[in-house]
């Protein structure tokens, strides 16, 4: 059958029309459950393009029982599908946010498959760029491969200008995604600089989505955190409230999505000497032996609670801890050698306090400053 149904839920391919998105939103779990019964995957493939995270995380079991209708024929055909069919059983498993270890894992298989053959010179397919180019970027990621990583972000996104040369007119494929990706990529390779123009991006592509603000939401949390560690409350206070001004974030997305800033919110109350709200942080967002990727930040935080309290011997016995609790399987051996040198600079970044204007702010141990405008493309 002919993808006539996502008209009939004012959505075509990317991009919600005539009528109100949250409005055809609402109405998914009756869609998903037709496109299963009339097996129209192209619609399927449709609808998730335009709702991806938000669909799996509000609608798990009608996503899951759509999906499992679908031939494994379907999947080579349309491979974006495959994306979907992880999402959903992920959101089924850890409604509360929690448990990521498992996609993560999955999500990195699925990449290291796609990275023998993705070529982004070739793709004519900007929703096939960002996801399996995403996809193969967050595996290089948790390789340690960052400049690879870096690289192939910088080839899709140039293809995606090809593609798309006048921006404002097509609207970017899962909004902010890339962007995103790009950003965590120079976060965890200590290049933090260009990791706060990335997320500036990603918060820009992703500000006016009513649904899809996955992305610009994170962005804008990671960049509180970012700010948060050099001490510059005013750039926290900023990127914080841009968060909250995103709508509410469902139970499956709620945690990973907000981690960063509720790092920000400790380190803020760090500089309180608020031990009550420091330790409320770190009862949420534990002490950096859970699988996130911004465990490095999470550490760097706890050990900071611990040193500022007093308790120097709790500090080197949980750093221990954690260096034995990241899988290399997820983390690469590489990789979790780069996020030691990434928590150094994290530590090393909160001895360098403000001496004037943002651009004096710099890391002890980079020479570029941390542009702390919000506006984007800023170069104070």
């Known amino acids: 059958m002919a993808s006539a149904g996502i008209e009939q839920v ?18 998914a779990p009756v869609v998903l459950r037709r496109f ?88 004519s397919s900007a929703d096939n760029l960002v996801v399996f180019g995403s996809a193969v970027l967050t595996w290089l990621r948790l390789q340690g491969r960052f400049a690879e990583g870096e690289s192939l972000g910088s080839r899709v996104s140039d293809r995606l200008a090809e593609l798309s040369p006048v921006r ?30 990335q997320y500036r991006v990603a918060h820009e592509q992703a500000r ?18 970012l700010f948060a560690q050099l001490g510059h409350h005013g750039a926290v206070h900023h990127w914080l409230g841009q968060l909250r001004s995103y709508p509410p974030l469902g139970p499956g997305t709620r945690f990973i999505v907000g981690e960063g800033g509720r790092i920000a919110e400790g380190w803020q109350a760090l500089d309180r000497y608020d031990r009550a709200a420091v330790d409320a942080v770190l009862d949420e967002i534990g002490d950096g032996t859970r699988q996130t990727e911004l465990w490095p930040f999470v550490t760097a935080l706890s050990v900071a609670r611990a040193l500022h309290f007093g308790d120097p011997v709790v500090a080197l016995e ?19 050698r780069r996020c030691w040198n990434v928590l150094a600079r994290i530590c090393c970044s909160r001895a360098a306090r403000p001496t004037g204007h943002c651009g004096s702010w710099r890391t002890a141990v980079r020479t570029r400053p941390i542009c702390c405008c919000p506006r984007p493309g800023c170069g104070c």
């Open 318 to 336: 949980s750093l221990e801890t954690i260096r034995l609790s990241h899988d290399p399987g997820v983390t690469g051996r590489v990789s979790r």
């Open 208 to 225: 006016t989505e009513d649904v899809a603000f996955y992305a610009g939401a994170r962005a804008a949390a990671n960049l509180a955190m």
């Open 10 to 27: 004012s959505i075509s391919s990317r991009v919600a029309v005539a009528g109100a998105p949250m409005a055809a939103f609402a109405e």
């Open 36 to 123: 299963a019964a009339e097996r129209d995957w192209a619609g399927l493939e449709a609808l998730y393009d335009r709702y991806w995270i938000a669909l799996a995380a509000e609608y798990p079991e009608e996503l899951a029982a759509a999906v499992s209708e679908m031939p494994v024929s379907v999947l080579h055909e349309r491979p974006r599908l495959l994306f979907a069919a992880l999402a959903a059983r992920q959101a089924l498993a850890c409604r509360n946010g929690e448990q990521l270890y498992p996609y993560l894992r999955q999500y990195q298989d699925i990449g290291a498959r796609l990275a023998n053959e993705f070529d982004p010179a070739s793709e």
């Open 168 to 197: 404002g007119v097509e609207p970017v494929p899962r909004p902010g995604w890339l962007a995103l990706q790009r950003a965590l990529t120079r976060t965890m390779s200590g290049d933090f600089p260009g990791a706060a123009e």
